[in-house]
């Protein structure tokens, strides 16, 4: 599993015009599944990313209590070492996909966090301000 991590003052996810997430001043987390991935990695990485020290001050979102915004993301295993386009063969399909993300999120509640989400296969628009700016790219 890959989450791309970043420090936001605010983020939200829109689909067909509705927001269906939003948080202000936390961890806007974006979340790829590969095929080799399991509840037990998803249970790590929700553990990684909640204790990352990334806030000012080197606070985690643990310490802070920031909310977590959780955005499937299936182009983090887009492969683009040859030629112009991407190649998807590393990410994992939906069916796989999906109930690691939601083990992902339920791990992240589990320690304390409030997490909102996106919607699974749909089209997300995904807004951000982002704070640092910090970004980091985290792999179990």
């Known amino acids: 599993m890959r989450a791309l991590v970043q ?6 996810v829109t689909v067909d015009d509705q927001i269906v997430g939003k948080i202000d001043d936390g961890l806007l987390v974006l979340v790829g599944v590969t095929h080799d991935d399991t509840p037990a990695k998803a249970a790590e990485l929700a553990r990684k990313t909640y204790e990352l020290r990334i ?20 182009t983090l295993y887009g492969e683009t070492r040859k030629g112009r386009r991407p190649s998807w063969g590393a990410a994992a399909p939906a069916e796989v996909a999906e109930p690691l ?39 179990i």
């Open 7 to 12: 420090t936001v003052s605010r983020a939200s």
């Open 55 to 74: 806030l000012d001050d080197e606070a985690s979102a643990a310490d802070r209590k920031a909310p977590v915004l959780v955005v499937s993301q299936f």
């Open 101 to 139: 993300v939601t083990a992902y999120v339920q791990a992240l509640r589990s320690r304390g966090a409030t997490v909102e989400t996106g919607r699974f296969r749909a089209h997300m628009l995904v807004e951000s301000v982002n704070v640092g700016p910090r970004t980091l790219l985290l792999e």
